[in-house]
């Protein structure tokens, strides 16, 4: 018996189950069923069975590796254009099993190597038999095809947007080291809040929608400011940009940096610091009255100066304020309850130790601690408060862009996009994909693992994209799935055993209903002739 396909003129081929024979000399056939109503994937499966695929079938499937979680994920970053990006060969291979593995499992490399064991690494990758000194070698070919592959991406960035971006925003954080043996490691002002730490610093340039476009790793000692001028021969000698908004956060763009973007040809939006705001309105060059929750534009020397208070932010910044206060009075009154019932307790028995909270907590200000006889009290000055509070939820941004290329609005909006990258630290940093701390020790493993952190960040937020449009946002709706929820569904996703004729062959069952739903979800379509599509992948 075997399976016919017989064309139909204008219909469907009519799918037909026939057995040969022999009649007079003659080879002929007669049809047993028509199975053109039966689904594709039934008929393949009858189609195998007829062929004797199935013969010598022992036993019941035993569960195998894990296929789902990098099989979605290689999807994306073909979706992206990372596996054309990163190139051909084994370590172009190991490079996108780092990348994979950032957003699937995070940890060091050799971490990676034993996770790598219970997922479905060559069949789906094409790779196996490495170490992790091979993973390594691939932070090494990372660093050395680092702006190769930055450069393909980001003309997929501009073939998607259909046109280079006329504003990019920039931002710099820090990462904290583990050892002190780090070739970049420095101690500096370090905002992961690690003393006694060196760190390294990093720069992330990225487009008006936050997309990750090139990043770049400095000595730990470096400022923000330093790091301006190299991000500025990033985009115009590397990407080509020359007429451009450089936006870049409170401090960051400051004298020199303006400078060397007016050299560049380039334009800049960025932010006043408190200092600087409080000179303006000393001056007389702008005035409290002004700011509110409409912006306001006034125009100063050659630039513009857009106002705004940010009433939700004024108001949480108040009731910080007060905790404060409160915590603080709880704190005296447990010291002078001390000192009152232990009657060898001296006066000045916890003094100092409040003082360096008051200082730590910048109250300092308008707080004073004194000392009457053996009890403490707590004087607060209110002018003092209240000028502590006179820029609560304020801010200032300054730009030379002229008007008629950026509204006011606008310049306020583009400013506030640069959350984008704060979140994209954060999700770098500790909240996914756990770049700090480091543990590598050369230059070039430093600088390699960082620029993997950033290209599987762009897996990260193609799947939060993707997920948040299907299924909701977690601040919209509890039950809303997550990337978290959404790997560990698809860690469910094992290919199954099978023992045939002495050989083991793999099968792929089909999804459940929740994991269909996050291939959905993804844009992400499985495999419809899984055990062919398995046998297949495996060969290579």
């Known amino acids: 018996m075997y399976i016919a396909t017989v064309p139909n003129r204008n219909s469907p081929p009519a799918i037909l189950l026939r057995e040969g024979y022999r009649q007079d000399g003659k080879c002929k056939s007669k049809t047993l069923a028509n199975l053109s109503h039966l689904p594709p994937e039934r008929i393949e499966a009858l189609r195998k069975a007829l062929r004797g695929d199935f013969d010598g079938f022992s036993g019941q499937g035993v569960c195998d590796r894990i296929f789902g979680v990098l099989f979605v994920l290689l999807q994306l970053a073909i979706r992206l254009g990372i596996v054309r990006a990163v190139g051909k060969g084994r370590m172009a291979q190991l490079l996108l099993f780092l990348v994979v593995a950032r957003v699937g499992h995070r940890g060091s490399?050799?971490?990676?190597?034993r996770w790598a064991k219970e997922h479905a690494v060559p069949e789906v990758l094409g790779v196996q038999d490495f170490d992790e000194n091979d993973l390594y070698q691939a932070l090494d070919y990372a660093l050395d095809n680092q702006e190769r592959i930055e450069n393909q991406l980001y003309r997929e960035y501009v073939k998607k947007k259909g046109s280079a971006p006329a504003l990019v925003l920039y931002d710099v954080t820090s990462a904290y080291l583990e050892g002190e043996h780090n070739e970049l490691g420095e101690y500096g002002y370090n905002r992961d809040g690690k003393r006694g730490k060196k760190q390294i610093v990093v720069g992330l340039l990225a487009g008006a929608d936050g997309e990750p476009l090139a990043v770049k790793v400095f000595r730990g000692n470096t400022t923000d400011v330093q790091t301006v001028s190299e991000q500025i021969d990033t985009v115009k000698k590397r990407f080509g940009i020359s007429d451009l908004v450089f936006v870049g956060d409170r401090g960051m763009v400051k004298t020199a940096g303006k400078q060397a973007l007016g050299?560049?040809?380039?334009?800049?939006?960025?932010?006043?610091?408190?200092?600087?705001?409080?000179?303006?309105?000393?001056?007389?060059?702008?005035?409290?009255?002004?700011?509110?929750?409409?912006?306001?534009?006034?125009?100063?020397?050659?630039?513009?100066?857009?106002?705004?208070?940010?009433?939700?932010?004024?108001?949480?910044?108040?009731?910080?304020?007060?905790?404060?206060?409160?915590?603080?009075?709880?704190?005296?009154?447990?010291?002078?309850a001390y000192?009152?019932?232990?009657?060898?307790?001296?006066?000045?028995?916890?003094?100092?130790?409040?003082?360096?909270?008051?200082?730590?907590?910048?109250?300092?200000?308008?707080?004073q601690l004194i000392l009457e006889g053996d009890q403490l009290r707590i004087e607060a000055d209110q002018d003092a408060m209240a000028d502590d509070a006179l820029l609560d939820g304020c801010y200032v941004l300054e730009t030379d862009v002229a008007q008629d290329k950026l509204d006011t609005d606008a310049v306020d909006g583009r400013y506030?996009?640069?959350?984008?990258?704060?979140?994209?630290?954060?999700?770098?940093?500790?909240?996914?994909?756990?770049?700090?701390?480091?543990?590598?020790?050369?230059?070039?493993?430093?600088?390699?693992?960082v620029f993997v952190a950033m290209l599987g960040l762009k897996l990260l937020r193609e799947m939060q994209s993707k997920l948040s449009a299907h299924f909701g946002t977690t601040d919209q709706d509890p039950y809303a799935v997550t990337v978290e929820d959404a790997l560990v569904a698809l860690g469910r996703l094992?290919?199954?055993?099978?023992?045939?004729?002495?050989?083991?062959?793999?099968?792929?069952?089909g999804p459940d209903a929740r994991q269909s739903e996050i291939l959905q979800a993804l844009q992400v379509s499985y495999p419809s002739d899984r055990i062919r599509e398995v046998l297949a992948v495996a060969k290579r």
């Open 263 to 336: 050299h560049a040809g380039l334009k800049y939006i960025t932010a006043l610091t408190d200092p600087q705001v409080r000179k303006l309105i000393k001056g007389g060059v702008i005035q409290i009255e002004l700011f509110d929750d409409t912006v306001c534009e006034v125009q100063w020397q050659s630039k513009r100066l857009i106002l705004r208070r940010n009433a939700r932010v004024a108001d949480k910044e108040n009731r910080r304020r007060q905790d404060k206060l409160a915590k603080l009075a709880d704190k005296v009154q447990g010291r002078n």
């Open 109 to 113: 490399r050799l971490s990676a190597v």
């Open 416 to 449: 506030r996009d640069l959350a984008f990258v704060e979140r994209d630290f954060r999700s770098m940093k500790t909240a996914f994909l756990e770049v700090r701390p480091l543990f590598v020790r050369t230059e070039e493993h430093t600088r390699g693992a």
């Open 494 to 509: 094992c290919f199954e055993r099978l023992e045939i004729e002495g050989k083991s062959v793999l099968r792929l069952p």
């Open 339 to 367: 000192v009152q019932t232990h009657a060898r307790a001296l006066p000045e028995s916890g003094l100092n130790r409040l003082v360096s909270w008051v200082k730590r907590h910048k109250l300092s200000g308008f707080v």
